[in-house]
């Protein structure tokens, strides 16, 4: 599966982005689709995960409230909306799909089997 990430950008404290992440090949396939995220001069981290089956979601305690993961199985699409946006949100953001991922490793990079190129995401204060 070929991931393709977009909708990162600019934008102040309090505001909102959405990312986008579309999937092309073996998107049948595609049991979990989650975002990680890294900041400069820091391990790539877990943000938020969705089931493809039931649709069941999963957040870091960072993001839990603020973001919100969807996905659009028809479009072979997933979403992060992203809201009340902090100057710590600051990162490069990357999606990935797993094709069979264990619930106790869904928040771990090694359970994903592909990743999109990841998109900027900075947050002035």
């Known amino acids: 599966v070929q991931l393709q990430a977009s909708g990162g950008g600019l934008v102040q404290a309090g505001g909102s982005l959405r990312l986008s992440c579309a999937a092309s090949?073996?998107?049948?396939?595609?049991?979990?689709m989650g975002w990680f995220r890294q900041a400069p001069g820091k391990e790539r981290e877990f943000v938020a995960a969705?089931?493809?089956?039931?649709?069941?979601?999963y957040y870091a305690d960072s993001v839990k409230g603020r973001f919100t993961i969807s996905r659009d199985n028809a479009k072979n699409t997933a979403y992060l909306q992203m809201n009340s946006l902090k100057p710590e949100d600051t990162a490069v953001y990357y999606c990935?799909?797993?094709?069979?991922?264990?619930?106790?490793?869904?928040?771990?990079?090694?359970?994903?089997?592909?990743w999109g190129q990841g998109t900027q995401v900075t947050v002035s204060s």
């Open positions: 969705i089931r493809r089956s039931g649709g069941y979601t």
């Open positions: 990935a799909a797993g094709y069979s991922v264990i619930l106790s490793e869904i928040r771990q990079t090694r359970a994903y089997d592909a």
């Open positions: 090949g073996r998107t049948s396939s595609n049991g979990v």
